[in-house]
């Protein structure tokens, strides 16, 4: 639950008509973070159903699972990889995005996601993943996707070489 002052805080930064705007035209979805800053641990911890893996799993310890978060702010994130980022390497993906684009890292990609999915019972990324702003211990891009019935899978061992089944991931704040 939010505070009033998270409220109040909201009402006063929701992004403006020309915002929506653009958000609508190219996709993005406007998801509210949640009421206190989150990593995907915790977020996990929230919702361990929505996870294929409720428990453990590889990320446990590392740092970006427990450092990465989610604030209290608008998200607007993209419900889809980046246009062309399918089958292109890290770099070429990277350059696809516009000026007012970045790569979201793992707790705000997957915060968005499962709100989007909680709220429109629709699972983004079924059949592809898409790659975040964290890394793994061994410096390699964590990405989300899989997204179905079973939960989201949390993969880190995508390398910096492209893949059909590989995208990027997108989200504006505000």
């Known amino acids: 639950e939010y505070t009033n002052a998270q409220q109040t ?10 915002a929506l705007a ?8 406007l998801v509210p973070g949640p009421h206190t800053p989150l990593s995907l641990l915790g977020i996990r911890e929230l919702m361990p159903n929505s ?23 608008w998200v607007a994130f993209k419900k889809v990889p980046v246009t062309g980022s399918l089958s292109q390497d890290l770099k070429k993906q990277r350059a696809l995005l516009t ?25 983004l990324f079924p059949h592809v993943y898409v790659r975040t702003a964290s ?18 899978h949390v993969n880190g061992c995508w390398c910096e070489h492209g893949n059909r089944g590989l995208g990027i991931a997108s989200i504006r704040l505000f």
């Open 135 to 152: 890394v793994n211990i061994h410096g390699t891009p964590v990405a989300i996707g899989g997204y179905g019935k079973g939960g989201v």
């Open 22 to 29: 653009w958000c609508q035209k190219n996709g993005y979805i």
């Open 51 to 73: 996870f294929y893996s409720g428990t453990g799993g590889w990320y446990v310890d590392h740092p970006f699972a427990k450092n990465d978060i989610v604030c209290t702010q």
């Open 9 to 18: 805080q909201f009402a006063s930064t929701v992004p403006s008509e020309i």
């Open 99 to 123: 000026r007012k684009e970045i790569v979201p890292n793992s707790a705000q990609a997957l915060w968005s996601i499962l709100m989007y999915g909680m709220v429109r019972r629709t699972y």
